[in-house]
């Protein structure tokens, strides 16, 4: 059933908006009861799709906002004439007066980075937020970070998100002491860029306990599950994930194309029609939609655009899981064993990066 979390929703966000947020509020609402939601949007449009679930009525309350962010708006432009008017900046901004514990949005991505960062601040030993994800694998799953929310970064960055990612994934994988790589071009310490071997010396000296550091990874083992944290910087980051999607779904249309060719090809599709439906769930990017920004002093979570009720929904469950396993303070502690343990070594490289 879950914990009571105030929940913070920025309706107008995404391709369709509160069509699609509402429904997926509601549904996520049957797995966490307790919780209450705050709906920021078109105060008409919000209470007209709101009257078809009774239920999320009942435990909602719409705060009137009178700017949506566009989907194409530029990050700057989105501060300048959205701050403290628009959905999205007002979900986040309850999270900080403590009226929510964490804001969902399905809109912009680079403004939504923009105005969490700016609203909320990253943590005083974080110098950079980021955007992390699950990706399906072999075993199950892992969380990759950055895929997007910050560009480039020195050793001391990929440091801070590896402990971020290991925090994370505790959560998320209900795993004790996550597995972490790097991911870099080969799995010889020679290979890749200095910022990258850096981080490798940093992460194999401190030894820290609340992960598994295991080296460099290359981007064709991610899928197979060998460490439970990829960490890079948000370029290759994004590229990775994208790719991985763009592949995901060239298969599913070869495979549709092939088993349709023929009536034998099509029997054996239907003969074989369980193992291609659990394929499809396993594969479906919807289960894991909900990236977080971490690094904040506060909860985010990142919606697909173009999600539906369903993937929608999961983000909420996944904002609800980062609230009540205490995300924050996980995040907090690692940075401050780090801290104590590795400053010398993490200032010299922060100082070689410049």
């Given at each position: 059933m879950g914990n009571a979390v105030r929940i913070a929703v920025d309706a107008m966000g995404g391709d369709i908006g509160p069509s699609v947020t509402l429904a997926g509020a509601a549904s996520a609402l049957k797995t966490h009861q307790s919780s209450e939601f705050l709906l920021f949007g078109d105060e008409a449009v919000v209470t007209a799709e709101l009257a078809k679930f009774p239920e999320l009525a009942a435990r909602a309350r719409i705060i009137p906002a009178s700017v949506s962010?566009?989907?194409?708006?530029?990050?700057?432009?989105?501060?300048?004439?959205?701050?403290?008017?628009?959905?999205?900046?007002?979900?986040?901004?309850?999270?900080?007066?403590?009226?929510?514990?964490?804001?969902?949005?399905?809109?912009?991505?680079?403004?939504?980075?923009?105005m969490a960062t700016f609203c909320l601040r990253t943590m005083s030993q974080i110098d950079r937020p980021a955007l992390a994800c699950l990706w399906p694998t072999l075993r199950g799953h892992s969380v990759v970070l950055d895929v997007g929310a910050a560009i480039g970064g020195d050793a001391v960055h990929l440091v801070n998100l590896a402990i971020m990612g290991a925090a994370m994934a505790r959560i998320m994988l209900n795993v004790e002491c996550p597995r972490v790589g790097l991911l870099n071009i080969g799995v010889e310490e020679i290979k890749g860029v200095d910022q990258v071997k850096e981080a490798s010396k940093i992460l194999k000296e401190l030894e820290l306990p609340m992960l598994d550091y295991r080296g460099f990874i290359e981007g064709d083992r991610i899928g197979w599950g060998e460490v439970d944290v990829v960490v890079t910087e948000g370029f290759s980051g994004n590229i990775a994930i994208k790719t991985a999607e763009g592949t995901a779904k060239q298969f599913a249309a070869l495979l549709r194309e092939a088993l349709g060719r023929s009536l034998v090809t099509k029997l054996g599709a239907w003969i074989a029609r369980s193992a291609f439906t659990e394929l499809k769930t396993k594969m479906d990017p919807r289960?894991?939609?909900?990236?977080?920004?971490?690094?904040?002093?506060?909860?985010?979570?990142?919606?697909?655009?173009?999600?539906?009720?369903?993937?929608?929904?999961?983000?909420v469950e996944i904002g609800c899981e980062m609230v009540e396993q205490d995300l924050l303070a996980r995040i907090r502690q690692a940075a401050t064993l780090v801290e104590g343990r590795g400053a010398p070594r993490a200032a010299q490289a922060q100082e070689a990066a410049k």
């Open positions: 962010i566009g989907m194409d708006t530029k990050p700057s432009i989105a501060l300048r004439q959205g701050r403290r008017v628009s959905s999205m900046w007002m979900a986040i901004e309850a999270v900080k007066k403590g009226e929510a514990e964490v804001a969902v949005s399905a809109g912009n991505t680079g403004a939504l980075m923009a289960q894991v939609n909900g990236a977080v920004f971490l690094g904040l002093e506060g909860v985010v979570i990142k919606s697909h655009g173009g999600a539906d009720a369903f993937g929608f929904a999961r983000a």
